[in-house]
């Protein structure tokens, strides 16, 4: 069975920082583009990063690039997302996500799996 479980979230101060994890189950990370996508609420869905786990190739929205770096843990089934210099905006909640194959992109519709959503709450 597909599994992915996020955790990390939580309440931060403006220009503060978390780490978020995203642990996989029931598939093998080679194979697949993790995402990280985040829905503030009355916003649409938003894409902010994913990795190709197989070649490591990376890709950033321009609201996040330079602040969040998304790495993995091939051995622990585990990609993460860490959040510098956080702002109220980045407020949502975050979601992972896995799509079959390499370098997607940050369309949702690429994905096929998702977890159920860590919230984060950046106050100013």
């Known amino acids: 069975q597909v599994q992915l479980v996020e955790s990390g979230g939580g309440l931060v101060q403006s220009g503060g920082s978390l780490r978020l994890s995203c642990v996989v189950s029931g598939f093998t990370l080679d194979y697949y583009t993790i995402g990280w996508f985040r829905q503030a609420p009355g916003k649409e869905r938003e894409g902010i990063s994913c990795?190709?786990?197989?070649?490591?190739?990376?890709t950033y929205a321009d609201s996040v690039k330079g602040r969040f770096t998304v790495s993995r843990d091939n051995a622990k089934n585990t990609v993460y997302l860490q959040m510098l210099s956080l702002k109220p905006e980045d407020t949502a909640v975050y979601y992972c996500?896995?799509?079959?194959?390499?370098?997607?992109?940050?369309?949702?519709?690429?994905?096929?799996?998702w977890g159920q959503g860590t919230q984060v709450t950046v106050s100013s």
């Open positions: 996500a896995a799509g079959i194959g390499w370098d997607l992109s940050l369309a949702g519709n690429e994905y096929d799996y």
């Open positions: 990795i190709s786990v197989g070649d490591g190739v990376t």
